[in-house]
């Protein structure tokens, strides 16, 4: 499925990936392709984006996920994202 | 006519401001070239954010939301003006421009019976304002090329508390618009209260948000949005400002050193035909003192 990481001051990630693990405001929510349309607000911590044997890392925090109709986008639009 | 020394002096004092002017241009160039990539860049984040607010928000929602609160009677409160302005000069009409667009909002609202809250971003319109003896709520040069989101935070964050408590009735932005390095049209943009963004095509938003999974719920979410939109619209007016300084100053610097040049030229020539006349009337000289020792 296509992901998508936005920040406001740029797009940090914009790629395909098999399983996507984020922290929802409530605790970890993992998304894998198929999923429903769903959206969520997001807290702070440690977004994890898996292709195959590499896998992303990226700290966010604020903001919201967003499972596009269909379950093949995925859109991460947080209020700070940062490399970790 | 002037001594062809004296022209010697000016050639090169104008040929040393040229260097200057020239340099400043392509400083300015290169510096251009990154804020427009941040103004690129920070496109997809908005975007992103409008369709979903819009997707999200029904009319019956914004009386229990403090930031979509429309004002009773329109014109009449306190409205909240952020000026965004350069720290530095040099490019043209820039500035001038920018604090005229403020000044004939000012006049505007106060025409409609609103009273205007001054908040100055950028040494040039702080040095306008005080010089025009009007009182100013708050005001910061710290901003410069590179706004960041925190810079945008601060700013709106008190204005937010403000608004939600009920103290101010809207809150507007004067900044320059990027819609290319050479047209930078001064604009005011109403930040608050949020004029929901339209919902993306295909259906009125409500419709399309009831097909999502909603967590926690579409008020909560729209809660904890609609403040990361109004930041961001004020990041992206600080953000399309320091882009506009640059091209503004581009192009003020290349006219500058294209100026030079045709002064240079002139003065060239000037001091060509001076020098020119000097040896002839030299020459005049020899030829007339030998003529007077043969006779």
């Not at chain 2, 975007?47 to 999200?56: F, N, P, S, T």
């Not at chain 2, 729209?222 to 403040?227: F, H, N, R």
């Amino acid at each position: 499925m296509h992901v998508t990481v936005v920040s406001p001051v740029q797009a940090v990630f914009d790629g395909v990936a098999d399983a996507v693990v984020a922290p929802a405001y409530d605790g970890l929510v993992g998304i894998l392709p198929r999923h429903a349309a769903f959206l969520t607000l997001l807290g702070t911590g440690k977004l994890t984006l898996r292709q195959g044997a590499t896998t992303t890392r990226l700290q966010v925090s604020g903001g919201f996920l967003q499972v596009v109709q269909g379950g093949d986008t995925v859109r991460i639009v947080a209020d700070r994202v940062d490399q970790s | 006519m002037a001594k062809p020394r004296e022209l010697r002096r000016r050639i090169k004092s104008v040929q040393s401001t040229r260097k200057i002017t020239k340099t400043m241009e392509l400083v300015a160039t290169s510096k251009l070239k990154r804020a427009q990539d941040r103004v690129v860049a920070t496109r997809p984040y908005a975007a992103a954010l409008a369709e979903v607010i819009g997707d999200l928000y029904a009319p019956e929602l914004a009386e229990r939301f403090p930031l979509l609160r429309q004002p009773r009677v329109p014109g009449v409160g306190r409205v909240a003006l952020v000026v965004i302005t350069a720290n530095r000069g040099l490019c043209g009409a820039f500035n001038a421009n920018l604090i005229r667009e403020a000044r004939r909002r000012i006049e505007q609202l106060e025409g409609d019976g609103a009273a205007v809250d001054l908040h100055l971003i950028g040494k040039k319109g702080i040095t306008y304002f005080k010089f025009a003896k009007r009182p100013v709520a708050s005001q910061r040069t710290d901003v410069g090329d590179k706004p960041k989101p925190e810079h945008a935070a601060e700013v709106m964050d008190p204005l937010m508390t403000q608004f939600a408590s009920g103290a101010l009735d809207a809150v507007e932005v004067v900044f320059a618009q990027f819609k290319s390095a050479i047209s930078t049209p001064p604009t005011t943009l109403r930040i608050l209260p949020v004029a929901p963004p339209r919902a993306a095509a295909g259906g009125s938003g409500r419709q399309q948000a009831v097909n999502y999974i909603l967590k926690p719920s579409a008020e909560a979410i729209l809660e904890q949005l609609l403040p990361l939109y109004v930041r961001n619209q004020m990041y992206r007016a600080l953000v399309e400002t320091a882009a506009a300084f640059l091209g503004a100053q581009r192009t003020a610097m290349k006219n500058a050193t294209d100026n030079a040049g045709d002064i240079i030229e002139l003065l060239q020539r000037t001091y060509n035909r001076a020098r020119q006349a000097q040896i002839t009337q030299e020459l005049a000289e020899i030829v007339g003192g030998a003529e007077a020792l043969k006779g």
